[in-house]
């Protein structure tokens, strides 16, 4: 197959002026490098795309692919990373991992919880503030955890997002306005074990691939798996697999999880467990890291003895089912136009 590469590179956008924390989502060039190299072993042509901005001049041009193996996380608002997603259903082109809906829902952290929490999984409390004038009216027992709504990679996540008292949550939810420009979610400190679970799949095909423990150092920012911890996690993060009572009830929320927010082909779900033992579900992360050695998905992977290569062709696999499937749906609707160049059935048998 030939595959496009759809990402944001971390140090086109620091030449652009942005700060290291601004694109601490972004990929670094090794990242890309890495993935380029394992989808030539695994036999497919690769060209590099880039970021949206050039998605947008590529397709315009009448570029195609038969895939896109898509990690871009795009740079500003409430669909930044259903952008290029969408733009690629507008033009029939298939692409790894979740679609449009998929991933607005999951990057408003709050809008996640609401449809976790409908399902009857277990979140913890939250409330979500617009302004420093919505802080009054918060009910939720001391401690509490701040967090931007729609970030990742820990961004504004500190020692000082738990909190302890009103003034605690005034400035940090100040500083967190400032920096990030869009509402907080305020949820009830969760004191347990921490989980990361990398799943596969999509709908009823979702399974776990395993259950990280993410133990931090002496040397960490306590209790939190926070920013800096994550830069630094070589030096100041333990990773390992479990599989005892707590950690299986993590994985079924996991699953489930990933179910009900529609996520597809891989990524991880967060969790963290409350004062009883009861893993509840933080995040999605649809789009989770790829870095070979330095993102959670692929040391899990490593962990569990599941090489980078196998990882990125089980996601190449997973993408490859469901795209087929959905074609054998479109054309049994004689609606195969819509999918482009009318050849997609060979490109997926
Ligand atoms: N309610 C909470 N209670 C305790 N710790 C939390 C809570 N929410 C987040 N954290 C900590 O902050 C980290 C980052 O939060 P998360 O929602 O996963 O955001 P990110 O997208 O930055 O990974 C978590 O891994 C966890 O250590
Ligand atoms: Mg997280």
Redesign the pocket.
């Known amino acids: 197959m030939k595959i496009g590469l759809t990402y944001d590179l971390r140090d086109v956008y620091l030449a652009e002026g942005y700060s290291e924390e601004e694109t601490a989502e972004f990929d670094r060039a090794d990242t890309i490098e890495a993935l380029e190299r394992e989808l030539r072993a695994l036999g497919h042509q690769t060209e590099r795309i880039g970021r949206l901005k050039n998605l947008v001049e590529r397709l315009a041009s009448g570029d195609c692919w038969d895939l896109v193996f898509n990690i871009a996380e795009g740079l500003w608002g409430s669909g930044r990373e259903a952008q290029v997603p969408a733009l690629l259903d507008a033009y029939g082109i298939p692409y790894t991992f979740s679609d449009p809906l998929s991933l607005c829902v999951t990057l408003d952290?709050s809008v996640a919880k609401r449809l976790v929490r409908d399902a009857g999984l277990p979140t913890?409390p939250?409330v979500v503030v617009n302004d420093l004038k919505d802080l009054p009216q918060v009910r939720l027992p001391w401690p509490i955890?701040a967090?931007p709504v729609r970030?990742?990679?820990?961004?504004?996540?500190s020692g000082a997002?738990?909190l302890g008292c009103s003034d605690e949550l005034v400035k940090v939810c100040a500083k967190l306005f400032a920096t990030f420009r869009q509402p907080v979610l305020l949820?009830?400190?969760?004191?347990g074990r921490?989980f990361?679970v990398g799943l596969l799949g999509s709908g009823r095909t979702t399974r776990a691939l395993g259950v990280m423990e993410?133990v931090l150092r002496e040397n960490a920012d306590a209790?939190?798996?926070?920013?800096a911890n994550?830069e630094w996690c070589e030096e100041r993060v333990l990773y390992r697999l479990v599989d005892d009572d707590e950690a299986r009830e993590a994985a079924r929320v996991a699953v489930e999880s990933w179910k009900v927010l529609g996520c597809q082909d891989a990524g991880r779900i967060?969790l963290?467990s409350d004062d009883a033992g009861r893993p509840?579900f933080?995040?999605a992360?649809p789009l989770a890291g790829l870095h070979p050695h330095h993102s959670d998905l692929p040391i899990l992977c490593a962990l569990q003895g599941i090489s980078y290569r196998e990882l990125i062709g089980a996601i190449l696999d997973e993408a490859r089912q469901r795209v087929a499937g959905n074609v054998a749906l479109c054309e049994s609707r004689k609606s195969h136009e819509s999918l482009g160049k009318g050849a997609a059935r060979e490109r997926w048998a």
């Open positions: 952290k913890a939250f955890f967090k970030e990742g990679t820990g961004k504004g996540i997002s738990k949820e009830t400190f969760l004191p921490e990361t993410v209790e939190v798996y926070s920013y994550k967060d963290r509840q933080l995040e992360n």
